[in-house]
């Protein structure tokens, strides 16, 4: 896969596109001072960034959705340039909540649409075709679901649009090979989380594991290539087609996170990364 700064989106099975290196957007509105996230987002911008991951629940659609239309104003980029995927909380999942959810994301981001609104129950997925109909949102998805959930959603009668992704959480230490698999061969992109690593909570993380950025794989890779783990953690996603969204309020790791286009990883990188095991999941694949 041919990958660059400028261009870096891959199809998905209804016809758009998503870039494979997005921002993710969150961060704890207890700590996270105002207007941060309207500087990080304007900022990410200016590097090249061109897909956002967000949420109501996160607080900070306004300033997310300021930070684009500023951008927009001023020339940098156009709307069409834009990727804002957005999330239905699970508070909202009763079919009867979930357009107004929506409604709520678009009047915060003060946007006409999103492009990707994803869920966790598939209860709500017929109320979101509907609002894909409307045109409020361009693609459908759905967030930590395994291969039997989405087998029950793939072959539900009367499914009118199918879920064009997956979000879950996927690294080098928890690579979802199965599952990977499985999304491929019914045209699901694979949405990483956590993509330079998760909590390391030792009821369910193997902690006598060094932690994701200390792995001696990954640092004797990043030394050849003159890239952080996380760079390579990174790459090692996009490379094989895993959409990974890093969150960041860091100017420098946004800057940092980007660069992951002057390099690739041989395919025996690849394979070695991909042997790793060292994380259980929280739930089946």
């Known amino acids: 896969m041919d990958l660059t700064a400028e261009r870096h989106s891959v199809p998905l099975s209804d016809g758009n596109h998503i870039p494979l290196l997005g921002l993710g957007t969150y961060g704890d509105p207890r700590t996270t001072p105002r207007g941060t996230a309207l500087e990080c987002v304007k900022l990410a911008i200016d590097v090249g960034y061109r897909h956002f991951d967000g949420a109501l629940v996160y607080f900070n659609e306004h300033e997310v959705g300021q930070a684009i239309r500023e951008k927009i104003a001023d020339g940098t980029v156009q709307r069409k340039d834009i ?20 409604e709520r994301t678009l009047k915060a981001l003060k946007l006409d649409y999103v492009d990707l609104y994803i869920v966790e129950l598939p209860m709500a997925f017929k109320a979101l075709e ?17 291969r039997r959930q989405l087998d029950l959603l793939l072959n539900k009668p ?12 996927c690294h080098p230490y928890f690579t979802q090979p199965k599952l ?55 790459r090692f996603n996009a490379q094989r087609g895993v959409v990974v969204i890093p969150k960041s309020f860091s100017p420098e790791r946004i800057k940092h996170n980007f660069q992951i286009f002057d390099f690739s990883l041989t395919e025996e990188e690849m394979k070695a990364i991909e042997a790793q095991k060292k994380i259980s999941a929280l739930w089946s694949c």
């Open 158 to 169: 009367g499914l009118k649009h199918r879920p064009v992704s997956n979000q879950v959480e």
């Open 130 to 146: 509907a609002c894909k109909d409307a045109g409020l949102v361009k693609s459908l998805g759905v967030s930590n679901f395994n």
């Open 180 to 234: 990977l698999e499985y999304c491929r061969q019914n045209d699901i992109v694979i949405v990483g989380y956590c993509p330079i690593g998760s909590s390391r909570d030792a009821s369910w993380v193997n902690v006598k594991c060094p932690p994701l950025l200390e792995d001696e794989l990954l640092v004797s890779i990043g030394k050849k290539y003159k890239k952080s783990t996380a760079q390579v953690a990174l």
């Open 83 to 102: 990727f804002y995927c957005g999330k239905l909380w699970n508070t909202f999942h009763p079919p009867e909540l979930v357009r107004p959810a929506l």
